[in-house]
């Protein structure tokens, strides 16, 4: 009997020490709290945006007598809309496209023979190639294609014409993504567009038929680029 008492004391003196022992805070510091990566900053993805800038023309070619002339005083406001697509290729080297449309103030001087000329509207179609070599969100791009535009010319009395015009443009830019989906940029483009019009006719002259508008404008723009499935994962970026 002796011996079932003391078997019994011991017993619950282990289970005693065994629950203090339990509630001894522990030494060691809790695992810590796992954070998940940054997103790897890509360019790929569709956008859209705004821009606005001005422009001016710097030389105008007629077609029959009338030679090449030069262009003054014909700056004015273009603002429009772009939306493209660009791929990350590379950790480096961008690809893409974009269209856009814009509205233009540029024109309006004086050529002679009180003819006065305009670009109303013009658009492009243009194929983009950049590369990103001083930090992942700065690219450095090259663009060039396909162009439209609007082309009036007012003959005061005589009578005015417009005609959409086709040919090409080429420029290039920078661009700076200062957020995940939104980006920033400056932009210069040379644009060459041509239209054949109806002939003239003030005696003994006929007054030309054919007339290419050498526009150049610099603007400046905000693109939003989607995180669709259009845009898969990028390369792993970093600064360089």
Known sequence: MKKRVFGLAVAASLAALSASAADVPSGREPPPVYLPPPPIFTWTGIYVGLNLGGGWLDRYDYGYWLAPSSASNTGGVVGGAQIGYNYQVTPLFVVGLETDF?????????????????????????????????????????????????????????????????????GGGLEYAFLPNWSAKVEYLYTNIGANYDPIYVAPFIVETQQRAHLNTVRAGVNYRFNWLLAPPGPAMANY
């Open 102 to 170: 814009q509205g233009s103030g540029v024109g309006g001087a004086n050529q002679g023979w009180g003819v006065t000329r305009s670009v109303d509207w013009f658009g492009t179609v243009r194929g983009r190639a950049g590369v990103s070599m001083l930090n992942a969100q700065l690219l450095l791009y090259g663009t060039a294609g396909f162009a439209y535009g609007d082309l009036r010319l007012n003959y005061g009395w005589i009578g005015s014409q417009a005609r959409a015009g086709t040919g090409w443009t080429a």
